[in-house]
């Protein structure tokens, strides 16, 4: 006779490094808010710390969104396939091609010296509207599928296998700037994702090089 195993969904610990991301999303777009309103006023210093800052947002959340339209989304969609659910996951790519080119106008912007403040405010304000409204999305219509649908198992894996996909240079600048204003709770629950000699390098190198460099202003 065969048994069902009944599958262990996720928690709220599970879903904790998701929340951790999108809060870190929304700390940097308040300092690039902040950076929109002293634009053309700052010395060259001021501008590379502007640009490292910027760069480590737009690379962090175009990553963000690589692994939720690779790893994520298609475990959900095998399950949801036909269904209302698909639609949701349909908006969620559509979102993340939206803002792609956002960020590219933003970079344009910034490279080019003769861009006016007005065109920088307008494309910090174009990118703000899009990131915001997409997390909210995310957060209120899809949680709940990934909840629903991605089981421990799968999610474990699927984390995984994200993690292995990032070079060691890639995880040095992802991990501090996750934790940039963590809690000391939300520190142990991202470097639990990681094995403990890349938490140590974490730990005594990558964070005290990202707190010694001048980003945002
Ligand atoms: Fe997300």
Known sequence: MS????????????????????????????????????????????????????????WSLHHHHTVEDTHIWPVIRDKVAGTPE?????????EHSRI???????ERAFADADAGVDAVA???????????GHLEHEERDAFPLIRRF??????????????????????????????????P???RTVLSELPPPVRALHRYWWNPRYRRTRRWD
């Open 3 to 58: 048994t069902t195993r009944t599958p262990t969904l996720l928690t709220d610990t599970d879903m904790e490094v998701m929340r951790i991301l999108h809060r870190a999303f929304r700390r940097d777009g308040g300092r690039l808010e902040q950076a929109a309103e002293r634009y053309g006023t700052q010395e060259a210093a001021a501008h590379e710390a502007l640009l490292i800052g910027w760069h480590g947002m737009s």
């Open 86 to 94: 698909a639609e949701i996951l349909d908006a969620m790519e559509q």
């Open 100 to 106: 792609d080119p956002a960020i590219e106008r933003i």
């Open 122 to 132: 307008e494309s910090i304000e174009a990118f703000l509207g899009l990131l915001r």
């Open 150 to 183: 991605i089981t421990k198992g799968e999610w474990d894996a699927l984390n995984k296998a994200a993690v292995k996909e990032l070079s060691l240079s890639e995880i040095a600048a992802l991990g501090p700037w996750v934790l940039d204003g963590a809690t």
């Open 185 to 187: 709770d939300e520190v």
